[in-house]
């Protein structure tokens, strides 16, 4: 019987597949796994905004890598910040999968043809209130991105190998109205992975290859 790699995009289809469908009410992952009973995590009756992000493995044969971008330094938010592609479900997205991949068009022209969804892990609420639909895909290589630049300063790939290594993920922390705030880092090739991409990131490794 043929061995898969462990880090190939198809051990990843596998694992990922075997998720269960997301969307429960009361989500288990998000900052506050991090942070809990912090005060900036009390969002009882404040209306989480949705959003979706695909979290993209490409397919390099043994060994996949993950697509992520460096958002715009003009933008108001999260300037500058390394993320999935991805952003805010609309009211005429049908799904948390169509946004995801609408956003993922919009902000670095990555093509549907090249991308197949194979799951979506539990809704992760980020401090900033957001409760966000973390689509699984596989890409296809030979694809050719068109940035925008409104939104994204570059896009690059990170081995999945070193992204499921839990040695690569540090823990961080900030002051926060005088309290601290803990998050996770995996630097890469110069690049700071960190809060919530980085959030999503060691929730992935927990649930597909803890």
Do not use: C
């Not at 397919?59 to 991805?86: M, W």
């Not at 030979?142 to 690569?168: K, W, Y």
């Amino acid at each position: 019987m043929t061995t898969i790699p462990p880090f190939s995009a198809e051990a990843f289809r596998r694992r990922a597949r075997r998720q269960t469908p997301a969307g429960v009410a009361e989500p288990d992952y998000g900052d506050h796994r991090f942070n809990p009973d912090h005060p900036r995590l009390k969002l009882n009756g404040v209306r989480l905004r949705p959003a979706a992000v695909l979290i993209p493995v490409v397919d390099h044969g043994d060994e996949a890598t993950v697509l992520l971008t460096k958002r715009s330094e003009t933008l108001r938010n999260h300037t500058g910040q390394v993320a999935f592609p991805g952003g805010r479900i609309d009211a005429t997205d049908p799904t948390p999968e169509y946004a995801a991949l609408r956003e993922t068009q919009e902000e670095i022209g990555l093509p549907d043809r090249f991308i197949d969804v194979v799951g979506r892990m539990p809704d992760y609420v980020s401090g900033t209130g957001y409760r966000i639909a973390p689509v699984l895909s596989v890409v296809k290589p030979g694809f050719h991105l068109t940035l925008n630049p409104d939104e994204v300063d570059a896009a690059f790939e990170v081995p999945l190998r070193f992204l499921m290594d839990p040695v690569n993920h540090r823990q961080g922390s900030r002051m926060w109205n005088d309290l601290e705030w803990v998050f996770y880092e995996m630097p890469y090739g110069g690049q700071r992975i960190w809060g919530v991409t980085a959030g999503i990131i060691r929730t992935l490794y927990e649930r597909l290859y803890a």
